[in-house]
Each structure stands twice: as C-alpha cells, then as structure tokens.
C-alpha cells in the first residue's frame, strides 16, 4: 500500500513534471518578433504599489497609449523592487528584459548601467519632444548621466514623472492640544520639541536601522549648507572635509538632539515602517521623511496632519522620482517614446498630484486636496530654488549601511560624534577615490 | 571465506563478496555530472572573480591579490567572525542538544504512551518555525523584540518593568536576542532528522534493556545515541555549516547592526556584491569563507569516519 | 552486536518495581507532556502575532500598532493582493518546482549514496566532502556564473534552471545524510543477498530502498520545505512574472521605502499551507515503525 502511494505520487510528480517542462518551454524566452519600429508589443515594468499614485496614473497612461496605438499589445508586468534593484544589470544584459522600464535614479543604478551601454540615449527624444523644457534645470540632474555614469551633465538615459523630498510631517492635533504654531525656524522648531519633551512626548519619530536617521543628518546639515556643497558633496566637484561645518554641525546637532530627548534612545533598532506606524497611532507628534509617506498618511491616520518644509532650510533632500529608462536591448525604442511622452502630459501629471503624490509638471490649479496641494507647492518652492539636494548616500556605492551603522551609534549613545564622522568620511573618501580614478 | 588480514583501507575489503552489475561509480554519474555544472563551474568562477575588479557589469578587471590583501587587513571581516563562534552555539549546540533530547522524548516516552497524534502535533509545532520565510520572521520578530513591542509589555505586565530593554537596539543585548531567535527557527530541524533516525533503532534493543531494568536515561545514553550517530554528525555538521553561512534572519532582524554588533561573515559577503558592487572584493570574501567552512567539514567528516570505523570494529 | 550496557537490577526491589515504577511512570508521563506542550506553545507565539494582524486592515494596523485585536475581520488587502499578483500561478509555480526538486534530489542522493556508502568507492570521504561543497558556497557567489550559463543554454528566466540548481545543491545534503546512514548499514543483509545472487541495481532496489525510508521520507519534506522557501536564487532566475514563485511574490508587498505589514503576513500564512500539507502527508511515513526483521 505504502509502494503504490509513493508510486502514485511519484508517477503524478512526474507526470506534472513533463508538462510544467512543456510550459516552460514555451514561456521562458518572451519572444518578440519585432523590430524598433513598426513593433506590434510593447513590454513595460514598473514597481510601485496598485495604490499608489504614480500606478493609478501610469494605468490610466497606458490605456491612453492603447487608444493612440491600436494594434499595439501593451504588455505590462509589475515588478519587485528587490528583483529590479538588485537584477537590473543582469536582466538588461539578456534578451527578457522590457522596452520600457521604471528605475532608480542615480550614479549607482541608472549611471552604472548607462556606463556600460546598457541604456538607450534619449537625448534626441528629450529634445524633440520637449521633455528638457517640462523639468527643471535640478531635476534634469537625476535624468542625465555623462560617461563615467555621473549625473548631471551628458546624455538622457531616464525620464522621471515625479519629485520627492524630505519634509515634517506633523500631527496638527497635537499641535492644537499643546497650543503650537508650525516654526518656521530651526530656533523655532527646538522649542516646539522642548514643550514636548516637557509634556513627555518624544517630539521627534525615528528610525535608526533604516534611511530616515541619516536623512535627519542630512537636513541638519543643509540648514547650514549652500549649493556648492551639495555639488561637493553629490558630483564630486572638490574634497568634502566631515571635520568641518556644515558636516560636522550636523552630527554634533544630532547628538544634541539625542540627548535633549527630542530623539528617542530607543529607536536604534526600529524599521521606517515601524517609525511610521508611530505616527499614525499618534505616538509621536512629528517625523522628518519624505513625500512618500504621504498617500499612506492619507489612507490610514485617523487624525488631522499636514506637513511644513525642515524650518529655515533652504536646500533639503530630495530629487526626481524613479525615471523610465529604455533599455539598449528593447524591440520597440519608438514606442517606449511615445508612451513617456504620455506619461508627461497634463492630464496624466494630474493624476499623480491628485492621488498623493508629486508631479514634475503639473499645473497648480488643477490639484483638488488641500493638502496633496501642500505637498506639491512644497515641492515646488524647494525645486525652483535649485533646492533639490539629492541623498546623504548617494555618492559612493554601499553609503547607506555606514550611514545606518554611523547613526545607530549616534542614537543609542555607543559613539560621540567625532567618532561617528570619523567613521562615515572614510568610506566616503575611498568611494569617491575609487570613482574618480576608474 | 580465509579472513586474511585486510590492511584498515575499508574500500578494498571484500573484493570476493561484491554482487554483480556494474560498477558502483557508475552511481555516482548523474549525481556527479550535474554537480560539477552547478557547483563545480561557479566555485572555480568565484575563484576567479577574486582576482579581479568587477561591478557586475561590463567586464572585470584583473588585479591579482589586491583583494585579498586587503581582506586580511579588513578588521570589520574578521571581527564578524566572533560572532560566527556566537551562530554556532546558537545554531549548532542548543539545538543538536535540545533536538536530540526533544526528539528522544517524542519518540519516546510521548510517541508511546500517548496516541501517536500528540507527538505528531508537537513535532510539527517543533518544525513550523523553519517552513516561515525569513523575511516574514524578521517583521514578526521585530514585533515582539521593540522597544514597546510584546516581550516587554509581557514583562511590564507581570510586574518586571527594570527587565524591559532595547533588545535588538543595545549592541550588548543584540546578539544574545539573535541567538535565541536562531534556536527557535532553527530546533526544528534535529528535532525531525533525530525522530527518523530513531525509526532505524531496533525495538528489541530497548525491550531488552528495560527488561534488565535500565531506566530511560540509561536507555538513552547506552542506545539511542551510539545508534543515531550518523544523524548526529550530519545534524552537527550542516548546522554549522549553517551558522558559518548565515545571513538571512541576520539581515531581516538587525541588518547587522546595530554598529556590527551582528554581523556576520555572509551579510559581509553580500553587502559587497550587491550593495557595494565590488564583486571582486565580495568574491574574495566568499572563496575565504568558504575555504574556512570546507576546513571545519574535513576535521568533522574525518572524526565521523574514524568513530564509524571503531563502530565496525565491534 | 553494538555495545549495550545493561544495568544489573538490585534483585531485592524487583517484586516491588513493577507497581512503583507504574505509578511513577504515570505521573513522569504526563509532567513530560505538559512540559513539550508547554513549549509547543511558546514556538509558536510569532505565529500567533501573524495571526492576529493578517486581516487587519491597514489603519487599524498603522493606528493600534501590532500587539492590539483587529477590530475586524479584513480581507481586502489580501484579495487585491492575491488577484494583482495573481497568486494561484505562483502557488503552482512553487508546488512544481518544489515537488520536482524534491523527487528528484531524493532520487540522486540514492544514487550517490548507493555507491558511496554501500559500494565504498575509493576516496569517498572526499567526492562525499565535494558534494557537500554545495552547501557550503554562499548563494552570492553561484549567482554570477549561473547566470551566464542559464543565458548560453536559453534556460534564463525558466523554472527549468531553478528546478536544476536546487536538485543539485538539495543532493548534496541528502547525499551526505544517506552516505552516512548507509554507512552503518547491516553487512549481514547486502552479503545475504549477493550471495543469493542479486545484482547491484536489484540490491538496491529490494534490501536498501525499503530499509532507508524514514530517512528518504525526511529527505522529501526537506528538501520539498528548503526549495519552497528560497528567494534569491528564484529572485535572479525568473524574471516573468508568470514563473516566478511564492516568496518572490511575497516581495512585492515591499517596496524601497514602504511596505504592507498586515498582507504580507496574511501572504505568508497561506503560502505556509502547501507546506505544511506536504509535511503532514508525508510525515505519515515517519511514525511507521522499522519493518520488523531488519537485522534478522
């Protein structure tokens, strides 16, 4: 009995065996047998959540695409963003790579792959279909990348639809219940945290085991920082001294920070995601993060809360969103084209700053929600002022983990500032080292 | 059958008594080609890679033994090892230990005197930790371990508020926490290897010694462990290889911090391959680990050779 | 006969014994349960947490943090998810290759074993040792190389290359396990049956196979559990959404910056049931005691 049920199993096993095998076959290698133009599919990957803004918008573009091409089968895959962050190189490298695709901005994605030629130049395109007069001089940074793959300055590899930055996010009934105005200053701001801290309220929400502690640097750091830094600091135009201000500002802040209770000891070892739920079960009146919060803001606090630009900054994180990149071995270059330029009109830029996000090119105007409406001006004040100052781990490969690693020392108290700067400017210098010399 | 003195070499024993058919390699064919594709190729790729400067696209660059010159400098690597040693209880003893004792008692003493559905249900509750995918752990995990997550509402709960801390957050209580996440994923696994094992124990064995009044423990030390020895070995052996090589629940619980009081020798390796794009350097990394790791099989596979010789010479 | 010590009984108790060591036997039993249950139950905790937040919904799990009871019953994030991704496929996806890998490890450690174990082919300890190296490469360093070769021989992006891989680096653990059991197997038994005139294949077939089952039965579920739950190695080899697999699939509730709590534990709870079916079926196997006359 024993024998015909494994016989029967086995003889099943294999069975499904030969025809997942007759499957595979068939599926592995989506043959496209069509040339650039005159392309009958157009295979497009993005990555961002069904719920999300720029996914609502990117749908309703496709469907646009299919009116203006009939006959043309848009075939669309959302994608992991583990998959395509760590894969790209590979996947782009063989033949069941997309036309078009959504991808990271910067010198490690998409100026690394566009280094190796495995992007396709759009610069004629850009030109031609107006795309450099829709985006503004900083946010061309993340769409350009020379031969090194540096951005800023060289040939188009990627288009982004929309912004992020770095903002307060705050609880404005909180505020209410504690009698607060929103500062405009970073003198302001403190004393804003020391009401709370005197309520016994940890003012300020925070994660050491991810991004947001070393955004917070970052921020300090700007307040005290002009243009030139930044280009410093991201494109590598002279040495960044981390003894010196507006570096070593920040960290000493920080610290500060920390020890007033403004920062939470604690929150060394906590995940953004557990940072934000923080502030949607009202625990902490503030956090200092990004407009991509926003729409998750927007479905689940059951509070009121806005958001106000890091008081008395005038350059602050944040950059492009994700670009679209065509990659050099897509069978329909001029249809991926066509659908970007969708994806710049109007009435698909609506939609983002409509649906929670923050469009490159949209017009003011026409954006319903107050708030959304924030958060896009917001944007746009910070952008026109050339204010966009990208990411604190943007410049070397791998910057992230020492940032985390440098502030979890921070916050949990094991390192004084002095070590911490210490131990995040030498990576920085072998990083930047390495890149100049290849 | 002249029982001439065979020198200790087992593979020539008994060249009269073998049965037909062809020869055992033959065996060894299926197994071996498939292998050498899979393994063979890309460990001798590895090797290669490690002389070079590669970010994973375009071509690498050849620049000898940079790379590892400049691993044997690397504190950060070598410090991480310490908690390779950590892994290894955590991964290793406990659960070889536990394992072995759990699975004798459900074998046992519950598999016996209960209806067989109990020990089924308790080694499957056993096991479960080891079907949840790492990722999900670590978010279940990092419930429990923050600062206000469960563990310490449990213990403000019952009175013991000083013992509330920062688990996974203090770099002295961030391994001994990690540890005792790794038993419980990884018990499991000896649990469910020793209950097979203990399928191949003759029942007659354990009759007689009960009848000569041996009690349970002395059942256990006399019979079930010199009998499952095998199993002992391999459990002992891959969990270590394990520990040396873990990464996973590392990375979903505290990405190796904090400020490397986790890390490990894997998370190193991955780090530079995928976040750094230096897959030369990662390269380097992975042939010295697993140099290291293949070190630590032979001693193990030559103990257990030597103590299953001893056995045949009963 | 291997050593067996045995304890000489004070002849003087034993009239007593049997009605002492009854009871005593009957109160240990059952402090011996509470115990094991008792740790059962703290096993299975964090599994009791995923239950608890599966179906919540989003701002009941953003607002009353992970330890609260939901305040009702939510399935929509599930729903979504599980069409968007379409969920069925990738169960199916994983069930082949899982179920294939399985089988057919099982079937080349056998093999393996066979020869290494039973047949002692000179140098065994080493090819066993190479086989085991398998295990010991970090999957980093296997990425690169397989890779291109999937691409030389077309197979990239195909669940035929996972199925490959893993059936190779699965046989190297069960090849190990089974060399070592077969190691200690019963001389008596193979001589007998040469002598009656079996050939290898025969051997193998008729005295090995059905004395190795239990140990063939854990091979099955492991190695059934081990491919089910891989993520990198199917991350890097399936690109088209239709051949990806479970855990692949669970990595799209997150993203780089955001992620959905509540759905990915309610994703991770059912991927756990074909799992966990697998086991409960086959693990029939294992609670059937050894066939009798074994040694005999």
Known sequence: MRVYRKLIATTAVLAAVTLGLAACGSDSGGDETSQASGAKTLKLWHYEGPDSAMAIAWTKAIEIFKTEHPGVTVNFEQKQFEQIQKNAGMILNSDQGPDVMEYNKGNATAGLLSSQGLLTDLTADATKRGWDKKLSPSLQTTAKYDERGVMGSGKWYGVPNYGEYVTVYYNKDLFDKYKLAVPTTLDEFTKVMDTFVAKGVTPLGMSGAEYPAGQLYYELALSKADRSFVDNYQLYKAPVDFKADPLKYAADTFSAWVKKGYVSKESSSLKAEDMGVKFISGKVPMIVSGSWWYGRFQADAKFNWDSFLFPGNKLNAGSSGNIWVVPKNSKAKDLAADFIDITMRPEIQNLIGNNGGVPVAADAAQITDPKNKKLIEDFNTVNSGDGLAFYPDWPVPGYYDVLVSGFQGLINGSKTPEQVLAAISKPYQEGVDEIKNS | ?314 | MSAVTTVPAAPTVQPVKPVRSRHRRGAARWVVLAVVVLGALAMLIPFGFMLLNAFKSPSDYSSNGSLSWPTGFYTEGLKNYWNTVNFPLKVWNSILISGTVAVAAVLISLLNAYALGIGRVRGRLWIVGAFLLANMLPQESLIYPLYYMAKQVGLYNSRLSVIIIFTVIQSAFGTYLLASVLGTFPKALLEAAALDGAGKWTILRRVVYPNVRPTLAVLLIFFFIWTWNEFFIPLVMLIDNNVQTVPVALASLQGDRLMDAPTTNAGALISLIPAVLFFLIFQRTLTRGITAGAVK
């Open chain 2, 1 to 314: 059958m002249a029982e001439t003195l065979t020198p200790t070499d087992l593979s020539v024993r008994r060249p009269d008594r073998r049965p037909k058919g062809g020869a055992y390699w033959l065996y060894l064919v299926p197994g071996g080609a498939l292998f050498t594709l899979i393994i063979g190729v890309p460990f001798v790729a590895t090797i290669y890679l490690s002389f070079t400067k590669w970010s994973g696209v375009g071509d690498p660059r050849w620049i000898g033994l940079k790379n590892y010159t400049r691993l044997l400098h690397d504190d950060i690597f070598w410090m991480s090892f310490r908690n390779t040693l950590a892994m290894i209880v955590a991964m290793v003893i406990v659960p070889t230990l536990l394992g072995l004792l759990l699975a004798a008692v459900l074998f046992d003493s519950i598999g016996r005197k209960f209806p067989p559905q109990a020990s089924t249900a308790l080694r499957a509750a056993y096991y479960l930790p080891q079907v949840l995918p790492v990722v999900v752990a670590g978010i279940v995990w990092g419930w429990i371990l923050q600062p206000d997550g469960a563990l310490n509402a449990f213990l403000r709960a019952i009175g013991l508020d000083s013992l509330a801390h920062d688990w996974l957050g203090d770099p002295k209580t961030a391994m001994p926490t990690v540890m005792l996440v790794m038993i419980w994923v990884q018990i499991g696994y000896p649990v469910v290897v020793f209950m097979a094992a203990l399928q191949r124990v003759d029942p007659e064995l354990y009759e007689a010694a009960e009848l000569d009044g041996a009690g349970w423990f002395r059942r256990f030390r006399a019979i079930t462990i010199p009998q499952i020895r095998p199993e002992t070995f391999v459990v002992a052996l891959t969990c270590t290889i394990a520990a040396m090589k873990v990464f996973g629940p590392i990375f979903a619980l505290t990405r190796g911090g904090p400020d490397n009081a986790t890390n490990v020798p894997s998370y190193f390796s991955y780090y530079n391959f995928f976040q750094k794009l230096n897959v030369g350097y990662g390269s380097a990394v992975s042939t010295v680990l697993t140099l290291l790791i293949i070190l630590v099989s032979i001693v193990f596979i030559r103990v257990q050779n030597a103590s299953q010789k001893r056995d045949e010479e009963i």
